[in-house]
């Protein structure tokens, strides 16, 4: 009973402080409902397929996830994510986890207006008080994290390098992982700085 209390103890400390998920590890939350732009709630384990689940925190407004005059925006990626997604097995869900924006830009109600405007193929989820975000160790807006089969971490970071302007050529971080772990092959760079803006917790 003691070690059953000192590893939930553990836990709670770890999601408290906003620890990093680990490669290899499962998130909590697996079966938690979050309301959905979709007109329903969903969970983790209700979105996975066969090969896994992608999940991408993303939001409303964030020059990253919208676009600029000199960045096109990942969104403009996310349909087409979902599309190989599916062709691949593996689900996804976007999760807007900006609690300190809830009544504002990232409303649910807002929510609703961007996801059919940009024509969501996927779950849109509200993440309440950032407990998902801080599950993973989510820091951007976008964050990509791949989960396989069992639900095991093996990618997080950016979706690709189109925000370095020094690259000498685009890599599709995120792409590869998904084709790799569809092929049941060792992803090769399974790791990544997510870039973006920060996800607005509420803190005291």
Same mark, same amino acid.
């Given at each position: 009973?003691?070690?059953?209390?000192?590893?939930?103890? =553990?836990?709670? =400390?770890?999601?408290?402080?906003?620890?990093?998920?680990?490669? *290899?590890?499962?998130?909590?939350?697996?079966?938690?409902?979050?309301?959905?732009?979709? *007109?329903?709630?969903?969970?983790?384990?209700?979105?996975?397929?066969?090969? *896994?689940i992608l999940v991408v925190f993303s939001c409303n407004t964030c020059p990253f996830v919208v676009g600029t005059e000199d960045f096109p925006g990942w969104e403009r990626q996310y349909n087409t994510l979902y599309d190989l997604a599916e062709s691949l097995n593996i689900g996804m869900i976007l999760v807007n986890s900006n609690e300190a924006k809830r009544t504002g830009v990232d409303s649910y109600e807002?929510?609703?207006?961007?996801?059919?405007?940009?024509? /969501?193929?996927?779950? /849109?989820?509200?993440?309440?008080?950032?407990?998902m975000a801080n599950i993973f160790g989510a820091k951007t807006t976008p964050h990509a994290f791949l989960l396989n089969a069992k639900m095991e971490l093996v990618y997080m970071g950016s979706i690709d390098n189109i925000w370095d302007k020094q690259r000498k050529e685009d890599v599709p971080y995120l792409v590869?992982?998904?084709?790799?772990? @569809? @092929?049941?092959k060792k992803i090769k760079m399974d790791s990544t700085a997510p870039k973006g803006c920060g996800i607005k917790r509420i803190t005291n």
């Open positions: 009973m003691k070690k059953t209390l000192s590893v939930l103890f =553990c836990l709670l =400390c770890a999601i408290s402080l906003n620890a990093q998920l680990k490669l *290899g590890a499962i998130p909590l939350m697996l079966d938690d409902q979050l309301q959905s732009t979709m *007109g329903e709630t969903t969970s983790l384990n209700d979105a996975k397929k066969a090969n *896994g807002e929510m609703l207006k961007h996801s059919q405007a940009q024509h /969501y193929k996927m779950p /849109y989820l509200v993440d309440v008080n950032s407990t590869n992982a998904m084709q790799q772990l @569809a @092929a049941q």
